[in-house]
């Protein structure tokens, strides 16, 4: 099956001077692109891909602040980066600081260059970041059906261009490095599949206290919202450790703010009722 990047392009107007600007700063030495043109001498998606003209963008949205990323893809993502280490830290909701340090930035990087690889193009929808004080989405076009694409790469071409510039390792372990970034601090970060979407949500870090007192308010907020909650459903919806769900139901629970029917993997917890509002 033909890749979406080896099509001809709409658009055969092409300049590539971001592009060239980029991979000689990325490189340090001469790149060689040879497949931008098909046999007949035109330019490919790929090609559009990597151009001036790229009608795809990196949108970031953080509180009181908006922008849209142009150019090639490869520039789009060192755009991106240097916005968020700029604008976060800076951007308010309302009385709390969204800080770039709250999100470790190996799994930035490498959410946003999945992102990059796999989304679908010819959906003609953007990348969007998304950032609030506790949580930054990266949600891309296209489902994440990587059993179903060849080597599990959407864009096989962009996510070589990817790798020679250092923004990919294309090794398989995309997934791994974000949660090992996520290491010891209580929370996991989630990969979200839907018809023709999908999205990292990377949790915020916080200290340990902010931490405690964090997953015990989501958890309370949940369990009141939804009625009861299994401790699955506390880890996957909330992005939190195993450990750090059991730690913070078994204080709930001691502190009579929840408690607990069943056992094992059927064990449901629920709002005290002399505790709701």
Not at 91 to 104: A, E, G, M, N, Y
Not at 202 to 230: C, F, N, Q, V
């Amino acid at each position: 099956m033909p890749l979406y990047e080896d099509y001809i392009s709409r658009e055969q107007e092409l300049s590539f001077h971001d592009f060239r600007e980029l991979k000689h700063c990325r490189t340090q030495r001469y790149l060689s692109i040879t497949n931008m043109k098909n046999d007949m001498g035109l330019y490919t998606n790929f090609a559009l891909m990597m151009s001036d003209q790229c009608p795809w963008h990196v949108q970031i949205h953080i509180p009181g602040f908006d922008a849209t990323m142009n150019g090639p893809l490869p520039k789009q993502m060192e755009d991106a980066m240097n916005c968020l280490s700029e604008r976060l830290g800076t951007s308010l909701q309302t009385d709390r600081i969204v800080k770039l340090s709250s999100f470790p930035r190996t799994a930035i990087m490498e959410s946003l260059a999945n992102a990059i690889i796999h989304f679908d193009p010819s959906l003609m929808r953007d990348i969007v970041i998304t950032v609030d004080e506790r949580h930054m989405v990266i949600e891309s076009p296209g489902n994440a059906v990587y059993e179903v694409i060849e080597n599990g790469l959407r864009n096989p071409k962009t996510a070589d261009i990817m790798k020679k510039m250092g923004y990919a390792k294309l090794m398989g372990i995309g997934l791994d490095s974000i949660r090992s970034s996520y290491c010891n601090s209580g929370f996991m970060p989630r990969l979200i599949r839907e018809d023709d979407t999908f999205a990292i949500h990377l949790p915020a870090i916080s200290g340990k206290e902010d931490r405690d007192e964090r997953s015990y308010k989501e958890i309370i907020e949940y369990i009141d919202t939804m009625g009861h909650a299994y401790l699955k459903d506390l880890c996957v919806s909330l992005m939190l450790s195993s450990y750090t769900a059991l730690k913070a139901v078994d204080k709930l629970q001691k502190d009579g703010e929840i408690f607990s029917m069943g056992s094992g993997s059927k064990k449901r917890y629920y709002r005290s009722k002399r505790k709701q509002k």
